[in-house]
């Protein structure tokens, strides 16, 4: 890269990687939405929940359906 092209891209590097750290953030996020294992746990926490009646079946429910839509790749 020549001096001149720097000068001109250097006020621009800060930026360039606020966005570069905001993508890897958001793959970050991303495996672990859809990550099977995840799910799991999510699954197996609504189930103590309803035994331990602090949500209904019905949230519950919710909950499974949501898990189900994510792993299909259903969720709108």
Do not use: W
Request: hydrophobic residues 40%; without cysteine.
């Amino acid at each position: 890269m020549d001096p001149v092209t720097l000068l001109f891209r250097l006020p621009l590097l800060p930026l360039q990687g606020l966005v570069k750290i905001g993508q890897i953030i958001q793959e970050q996020a991303e495996d672990e939405l859809y990550n099977p294992a995840s799910v799991q746990r999510e699954l197996e926490e609504a189930a103590e929940a309803r035994a331990q009646g602090r949500m209904s079946d019905e949230e519950v429910s919710q909950v499974e359906r949501a898990a189900v839509a994510r792993l299909t790749g259903e969720e709108g």
